[in-house]
């Protein structure tokens, strides 16, 4: 028997660590194909249904494998879940002696050098970022890793960690006079000699854009790259090979340049005027921008957007706007060739003050990209709103030949792994974007089985899909209601917009009332691990969320009974990379709905139906309220890519199969009818 057929069997080492373990054919097959691909350094598409265990497919050959290897996945919270749990549960079942090692980008670790300046300045710019400061300090004092997830007293998306962490144009590098006791040195040091490194597509990324964030030496060095979640790369891909500029970032040069120029050279210039006037000049493009700030289309998926976001591409403004912002970057431009003059003068009188030069320079070249852009470099040019600022981008609106050229940089293995990347079975729309169309694929089966534990509702009479009140008019459907009155579990209301989760969020206050005994949780309440936990603990919880809650969310069991999701998820049209994604596929001759929307839009459908069933004795009911879904050619093909649920458009149907799944409750008092 092979070392993986024995790994993975019913008496295998895997069987006698994890109780319950028990022998999955699809899991071996992957892990086998994995074997193969590491041994002849190719690259493998593989798609592991749910439940099939991909995490211990592709770590059993990786930690049997010669070389050096590395495991990105999408998030930091699966980063942080293969590190602390499957890894150390694998290596000791195992046995294996290898080194492993956890990196992320450096905005995740303390920079003392910034935490002493701050300590330093004493000035804070909210009265909480005053309080939240003293726990930094004591966890600065405590930590040894210096990781900021672990000061867990203070939000993740807390402003104040901005002030106490660095980013490549602010860190002083080996200038600093804390480089010995430098949390984001000693993580690489440790990722550089570890034998799997476990990193994240956006360290990933950005090590192939050699934006510094990762570790650009290191990744030469590898044998072995595993993707997982790849389903998410090509979108952060895009991002990385963007170039970007924001007015935050302008205006916190801006104040930087005055903190180190009073600091530092206060005889040197007159620092208050000079960034003065750089800080006017940004205020004054936002307050032009807020002229044409467009409203967010409604009802679209909210994939990488905050509710408040909007974007706009350059193309859409006419001549005269387009002048009017070429006239307001010339502003900011001139602003800053001012401050450059004398920060250049006042260079060697600090590393500061000649790290914010060469920022300045660095962001005067990209002001200078976006004013120039030529508009057949295949990039997109736009600009993003939101509360904080203006974004101006340049977007690749095609990446494969980028990514291909990092494929064949040199002879390893690379390994794209999901839950969600076929769409009927082929992986034509994932291999495009990449570039990968050589790969080998594979799918593994999920060893569920789905037409008995799951059953998916298109109810027969629905509203306009394009609704802006869509999920509203579903929640006020009595045979929708009639659902999710009558089960006994967990509901998910998965919507596409935030305008949707507000509009559920309504709904919910007068539902919950006549539910006191049900917990109702909205997005934005709580940070979503703690949501997510009460929705577990509680049992029969409604929790109400957008793009987040579509994916990486495991919640086995009657604590998740039934998913309702709005809509089929499109991205909306407007958006300035899709639309330059489709005029460049049309180009080609190619239909840009059938080849780019529909597969996003099933991709995404797919993580949001693969909420549902998390084990083998899991059962529950899936209802989309999109009549598209089974009355339209592209709807019928988004269909054949979700597991093989049995189907109805029928709620009665539905509500029957709630009770026989025993996952109805006997009607309360209250919600009996008079007689
Ligand atoms: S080297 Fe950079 S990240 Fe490290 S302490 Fe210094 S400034 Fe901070």
Known sequence: MSPLKEIFSDSGVLSRSAPGYRFRPGQLDLSQAIEDALQRRSTLIAEAGTGVGKTFAYLVPLMLSQGRSIVSTATRHLQDQLYERDLPRLKSALGASIHVAVLKGRANYLCTYRLERQQESGRFSRPEDARYFSDIVRFAGQTRSGDIAECTSI??????????????????GQQCPNISDCHVMAARDAAAKADLLVINHHLLCADMALRDEGFG??????????????????????????????????????????????????????????????????????????????????????????????????????????????????????????????????????PEIAQLSALCSEYCGRLAAFK?????????????????????????????????????????????????????????????????????????????????????????????????????????????????????????????????????????????????????????????????????????????????????????????????????????????????????????????????????????????????IRSESDRGLIVIGDSRLAETGYGRRILRSLPAFSRTRAPDEALHWLTAAGHSKPPTETELPEL
């Not at 090979?241 to 007015?247: A, D, L, P, Q």
């Open 155 to 172: 939000p993740e998306t807390a402003p104040i960690w901005s002030m106490v962490t660095s980013t490549r144009e602010n860190c002083l």
């Open 217 to 350: 030496e290191l990744l030469p060095t590898v044998d072995h790259i595993v993707i997982d979640e790849a389903h998410a790369l090509p979108e952060i891909a895009t991002a990385f090979f963007s170039e970007s500029i924001s007015t935050q970032a302008l205006s916190s040069f801006a104040r930087d340049c005055l903190e180190s120029g009073l600091a530092y050279a206060r005889d040197g210039a007159s620092w208050p005027d000079l960034c003065g006037r750089l800080e006017q000049c940004v205020m004054d493009l936002r307050a032009q921008a807020g002229a044409v700030a467009p409203v967010p289309t409604a009802g679209s998926i909210t994939r990488p957007r905050m509710a408040e976001q909007s974007r706009l591409s350059w193309d859409q403004l006419d001549g005269q706007a387009q002048a009017r912002w070429l006239d307001g970057l010339a502003a900011i431009e001139s602003a800053m060739d001012h401050v450059q003059e004398v920060l250049l003068i006042n260079a060697e009188r600090h």
């Open 372 to 612: 120039l852009q030529q508009p057949d470099a295949m990039l997109v040019r736009w600009m993003e709103f939101s509360r904080h600022g203006i974004t101006l981008r340049l977007t690749p609106y095609e990446i494969a030949e980028r990514f291909q050229q990092e494929l064949t940089r040199q002879p390893r293995a690379w390994i794209m792994v999901s839950a969600t990347l076929a769409i009927g079975g082929r992986f034509d729309h994932f291999s495009r974007r990449l570039g990968l169309q050589d790969a080998q694929t594979l799918i593994a089966e999920s060893p569920f089985d789905f037409p008995q534990q799951g059953l998916l509702l298109v109810p027969q009479r629905l509203p306009d899909p394009k609704a802006p009140d869509l999920i509203a008019q579903l929640l006020a459907q009595t045979e929708i209601s009639d659902l999710l009155d009558a089960v006994s579990g967990g509901v998910f209301i998965l919507c596409t917009s935030h305008r949707g989760v507000s509009y559920a969020a309504q709904w919910a206050e007068q539902w919950g009332a006549r539910h006191p005994d049900r917990l109702v949780l909205v997005q934005g309440q709580a940070p979503r691990p703690l949501l997510i936990d009460q929705f577990r603990a509680h049992g029969a919880a409604v929790l109400i969320g957008s793009h987040s809650f579509w994916e990486g969310v495991d919640v086995p069991g009657r604590a998740l009974s039934l998913v309702l999701i709005d809509k089929l998820p499109f991205a909306p049209p407007d958006d300035p990379v899709l639309r330059a994604r489709s005029k460049w596929m049309e180009q080609q001759g190619i239909d840009p709905f059938s080849a780019i929307q529909v597969p996003e839009a099933a991709i995404l459908l797919k993580q949001g139906v693969g909420r549902l």
